[in-house]
Nanobody, 114 residues
Framework: VQLQASGGGLVQPGGSLRLSCAASGSIVSFTAMAWYRQAPGMQRELVAAITGDIRTHYVDSVKGRFTVSSDNAKNTVYLQMNNLKPEDTAVYYC?????????WGQGTLVTVSS
């Protein structure tokens, strides 16, 4: 399974972006899918996750601003990001977990700057 992340770009503070993570196969068999981000000089951190039974988890810094969702028919997971802040600037990665296997997509850069 390959994961393809897209949707990053340059946005002003307060703006919105929607990231997409498209899988080459069905995502139904994934235990969970998640979005991570890595800012320059920082460790990669979990941003949001969604399980097969549609439970969601968010890091505190994005609660109320980001929403993770999935579309099984399109084999795609989304991250809607609203009210973006400069500290959200990072490369965003998607991850699919199937049992003990982890599948990473390539990153997509999000830059929040005026």
């Amino acid at each position: 399974v390959q994961l393809q992340a897209s949707g990053g770009g340059l946005v002003q503070p307060g703006g919105s972006l929607r990231l997409s993570c498209a899988a080459s196969g069905s995502i139904v068999s994934f235990t969970a899918m998640a979005w991570y981000r890595q800012a320059p000089g920082m460790q990669r951190e979990l941003v949001a996750a969604i399980t097969g039974d549609i439970r969601t988890h968010y890091v505190d810094s994005v609660k109320g601003r980001f929403t993770v969702s999935s579309d099984n028919a399109k084999n795609t997971v989304y991250l809607q990001m609203n009210n973006l802040k400069p500290e959200d600037t990072a490369v965003y990665y998607c991850l699919g977990r199937r049992g003990s296997d982890h599948y990473w997509g390539q990153g997509t850069l999000v830059t929040v700057s005026s």
